[in-house]
């Protein structure tokens, strides 16, 4: 079935305003959506679908866009549409768009330069060809421009892998179990899952493998203290609490009360008691300071350039700057130090990351590790081993797109040091007793 030239009006209106970038794509969308309520769940799809398509191929389009008889945003919104929806369901092309559209088409990318290939900034192509050499950065980069799977984690509390595998057929949604997360679903299309009972009774929430399996690292146990420093919307939290079975005391602190809104509904549908969400001013609030050697386990999933997300968030490349790069630094090394500070003894501390970029991970890590002797890496072969995943790692967790079908993540374990108990002092003898 044809497009409406609407359609096409529509997807040019809502992609000048993403392209300026002054806020992420997908608040933009939500907002032009509630402007245009007109529209059905199809129309809703090929236009957020199109928009997508030009964030993930913008160099590439771009260069092919400008010139011709029809202005170049109008060109982006067809090259978006075509890509997504097919040249022959867009209604209202004249022949001159036509043959702009199929002649994009053909064009052999291999041959383009490499930024406009991998559509990336400059920048950031040059900072992935240093770390991986070009060919693996052009290998990554293609698989970054193409959509995410939809991935499921099964809630323990509620339900078992194979039950909600069962219960999902029946709707029918076909899913598929993960190789990594244990816990964890691949769904094969992209079903509205809202209204699924499942979803309702909390047996299922939407979490990338890569998110499952920093969570399983952490290795909360039944009735330990542990806390998820930088909780956000609670994805993590509620694994761990899942993890834990609903003992134990399990702390979600975020500096942002409307992240943390986002918890209540989710908590509340997983039927789970242990978690305590609690709103904190900085790293070194009275309230983390309160918990200062007293915890088992601390989750930093620190804030980051979330590069590692690029397939589910591609504006972010276009959004994020080589400065906001290094001035990240700085927070995530001040939040990892402060967050150190609640581990007790033999305590554990997860730092993680949604980033592909070196000077946010092994950087921070290792800047830590030489500041902080009371603490040592534990290697993440050690760690994969200890949760039973099946994945080859060194030192590090280092999950990629092009290689473990993820987002990018990045982790790192660090054990503080278990301090040894001073024996106990001799009973002095009653004649030696002197008062100084």
């Given at each position: 079935m044809?497009?409406p030239?609407?359609?096409v ?14 806020a992420?794509?997908d608040?933009?969308l ?10 059905g769940?199809r ?9 997508y398509?030009?964030l993930?191929?913008?160099?590439f389009?771009?260069?092919?866009a ?30 001159d ?17 490499g ?12 900072k ?7 060919a693996?950065?052009l ?7 193409t ?6 984690r099964?809630n ?5 892998r194979?039950?909600v595998i ?8 076909v899913?598929?179990?993960?190789p990594y997360?244990?816990l964890?679903l ?8 809202q ?6 009774e909390?047996?299922i ?12 690292i ?10 998820d420093?930088?909780?956000g ?7 761990l609490?899942a993890?834990?079975?609903?003992t ?9 009360e ?6 209540k ?5 997983s ?7 609690v709103?904190?001013?900085h790293?070194?609030d ?14 930093v999933?620190?804030p980051?350039?979330g590069?590692g997300?690029?397939?589910r ?6 959004r994020?700057k080589p ?14 130090d402060g967050a150190?500070?609640l ?12 980033s ?8 921070i ?6 500041s ?8 993440m ?14 030192k ?33 003898e009653?004649e030696?007793?002197?008062?100084a």
């Amino acid at each position: 079935m044809r497009l409406p030239p609407a359609i096409v009006a529509k997807t040019e209106e809502v992609l000048r305003d993403i392209l300026r970038f002054t806020a992420p794509a997908d608040v933009t969308l939500s907002r032009f959506f509630k402007d245009n309520p007109r529209f059905g769940g199809r129309e809703r799809g090929v236009i957020a679908e199109a928009v997508y398509a030009v964030l993930r191929n913008k160099s590439f389009f771009t260069d092919f866009a400008s010139g011709g008889n029809t202005p170049s945003m109008r060109r982006l919104a067809l090259l978006g549409l075509a890509e997504t929806a097919g040249i022959d369901a867009i209604g209202g092309l004249t022949e001159d768009e036509t043959h702009f559209l199929t002649r994009i088409k053909e064009v052999d990318r291999s041959l383009l330069p490499g930024p406009i290939r991998a559509n990336l900034p400059q920048w950031l192509f040059d900072k992935l060809v240093n770390q991986f050499g070009e060919a693996e950065a052009l290998e990554l980069a293609a698989v970054l421009n193409t959509p995410a799977p939809l991935d499921l984690r099964v809630n323990s509390i509620k339900a078992g892998r194979d039950e909600v595998i069962a219960k999902l057929a029946e709707a029918p949604i076909v899913a598929e179990p993960m190789p990594y997360a244990p816990l964890g679903l691949r769904v094969l299309k992209k079903p509205a899952l809202q209204n699924l009972p499942l979803f309702k009774e909390g047996a299922i929430e939407v979490q990338d493998e890569g998110s499952q399996v920093l969570s399983q690292i952490v290795g909360a146990r039944r009735g330990e203290m542990v806390v998820d420093f930088c909780a956000g919307a609670g994805g993590k939290t509620l694994a761990l609490g899942a993890m834990m079975r609903n003992t134990g005391r399990l702390y979600a602190f975020d500096v942002s009360e409307k992240r943390l809104s986002k918890l209540k509904p989710r908590m509340a549908r997983s039927g789970l008691s242990n978690i305590q969400s609690v709103l904190i001013a900085h790293e070194r609030d009275v309230k983390v300071k309160r918990l200062a050697g007293k915890v088992d386990r601390v989750l930093v999933d620190a804030p980051c350039s979330g590069l590692g997300t690029l397939r589910r968030n591609p504006d972010v490349k276009w959004r994020q700057k080589p400065d906001a790069v290094a001035e990240m630094q700085e927070k995530q090394a001040a939040i990892l130090d402060g967050a150190a500070r609640l581990v007790k003894g033999g305590g554990r501390l997860v730092y993680a990351t949604c980033s592909l970029l070196n000077e946010e991970n092994d950087f921070i890590v290792e800047q830590f590790l030489e500041s902080h002797p009371d603490f040592e890496l534990v290697p993440m072969n050690k760690v994969l081993a200890e949760q039973k995943i099946d994945l080859e790692m060194d030192k590090y967790l280092k999950l990629l797109p092009h290689k473990h079908q993820t987002d990018g993540f990045f982790a790192a374990v660090l054990e503080r040091k278990a301090v040894a108990k001073a024996p106990k002092a001799a009973p002095a003898e009653a004649e030696g007793d002197t008062e100084a």
